[in-house]
């Protein structure tokens, strides 16, 4: 009887462990698309702050990507 009980509750927290893994990667894939699309590295520049990595070089990399992925720019 414990052990079926255990047994469901580790099926159910599995369960919701799969969902909450699934949302995580939505909503980071979500992000990047924002940050290559609209963003274009902006929003990172605060990460880079005070190391060797200029802003410019982020700000081109998600500019280029955009290019790439065939986004009307200018
Ligand atoms: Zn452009």
């Not at 939505?26 to 590295?41: E, K, R, S, T």
């Not at 200029?54 to 200018?74: I, N, T, W």
Request: proline share 1%; aromatic share 12%; glycine share 8%.
């Amino acid at each position: 009887m414990l052990a079926s009980v255990n047994k469901d509750f580790v099926g159910v927290w599995w369960i919701v462990a799969r969902w909450i893994v699934s949302a995580l990667l939505i909503l980071g894939g979500l992000f990047l698309v924002y940050l290559v699309l609209f963003d274009q590295g902006a929003s990172l520049q605060a990460l880079t702050e005070g190391t060797a990595v200029q802003p410019s070089y982020l700000h081109e990399l998600f500019h280029d990507s955009r290019h790439l992925a065939g986004v009307a720019c200018h």
